[in-house]
């Protein structure tokens, strides 16, 4: 996960318009530290309809 957050950061260094979605992988804790490096999305569909639904509306809230 760090070299993947390191590439989120770099390509919104250096392409501060892009929009950055994160798919595969993603779960309460992968979720907000991608937002947290600059992803603008992330796809959590397996983590979404695995769990309990209010981990989902965690997700959601801590993401914006």
């Known amino acids: 996960i760090e070299a993947t957050l390191h590439k989120i950061k770099l390509a919104k260094k250096l392409f501060p318009r892009l929009k950055i979605i994160v798919d595969g992988?993603?779960?309460l804790v992968t979720?907000?530290?991608?937002?947290q490096?600059?992803?603008?999305?992330?796809?959590?569909?397996?983590?979404?309809?695995?769990?309990?639904?209010?981990n989902f509306i965690a997700l959601a809230k801590l993401i914006g």
């Open 37 to 54: 490096a600059g992803a603008d999305y992330v796809v959590a569909g397996n983590y979404v309809f695995s769990n309990n639904p209010a």
């Open 25 to 27: 992988g993603v779960n």
């Open 31 to 35: 979720g907000l530290h991608a937002h």
